[in-house]
């Protein structure tokens, strides 16, 4: 998995997520990604980075029994650190930001071959408000929309697209 993180890294997120929580920004989202996974017939979704695992508790804490399953990717823990299954669907949220730089390209097609159909993502554009205990920021990827895009579209044909000052969030559909 060195391809996606190196060693040092993991290391600095497994030491960091020992400490803090990671992961809320996929709260409120929940409804969202439900009427998705519905629409599209998906019967399992990835959530890639999911720091906390906030995506899983709340989502069943709403539904009891979603109607699909969902599979969590965690490099900073390692009992969620393995390879993933190929789901139907993946989301990936304020996740690709903390990717080391020169690990971006991996990480985009390591998601594209674990998603069958769909994927739901946000990428901070900005600065975190935290930084590691070295004093690097928590977001170590810090580009414009446009650089994301060019990324991203060799794999995914991005159907809703929002950019704002601080985020670029879009669905894509697997080309």
Known sequence: MEKYISKEYRKQIEEYHAKKSWGGAVRGREQELNMYMKMTNSSSILDYGSGSGDYKRHTHWTWEDPGYTIHEYEPGKPELAGDPPVCDASICIDVMEHIETDKVDNVIKHIYDKTNHWTYQNIALGAANGAFP???????T??????????????????????????????????
Not at 134 to 140: A, D, E, I, R, S
Request: without cysteine; glycine residues 2%.
């Open 134 to 140: 070295n004093h690097v920021n928590l977001h170590l």
């Open 142 to 175: 810090i580009k414009p929309a446009d650089w994301w895009m060019e990324k991203l579209t060799p794999y995914w044909d991005l159907v809703k697209i929002q950019v704002t000052s601080r985020a670029f969030h879009f669905i894509g559909v697997k080309k």
